[in-house]
């Protein structure tokens, strides 16, 4: 991957809001919403990125579909680039849990 953090910056005083500034997706803003991660079924021990997103700003000259699949792992490196940065800065604003869990009650968020 190339260095993912020249391609993004977060909106200020936004939590959630990312602004890209990728050559291909410059302008947009996204506002990225629960995130989760999903053991996959073989025993790679591996698991699939989930996260739910709203596109809030789009450049007239850019067309985004829902199942724009570039669009997709392009917003999933931001999001991990994010979680990787958050867990090596402040490792304490991150707790995972388990999957019968209330999330509510027992989460950290980190502000994106």
């Not at 410059?26 to 021990?45: A, L, Q, Y």
């Amino acid at each position: 991957m190339d260095d993912i953090k020249k391609k993004y910056r977060k909106v200020a005083n936004q939590d959630g809001f990312v602004k890209l500034l990728d050559e291909k997706y410059n302008g947009i803003v996204v506002s990225i919403g629960r995130i989760s991660f999903d053991e996959t079924s073989d025993d790679s021990k591996s698991a699939t990125l989930n996260y739910e997103y709203d596109l809030v700003e789009c450049p007239k000259n850019i067309e985004i579909e829902k199942e724009d699949e570039e669009f997709h792992n392009f917003l999933g490196d931001i999001i991990v680039d994010i979680i990787e940065t958050t867990l090596a800065e402040s490792p304490d604003l991150l707790k995972f849990k388990e999957k019968n869990e209330d999330w509510k009650s027992n989460f950290k968020f980190i502000s994106l």
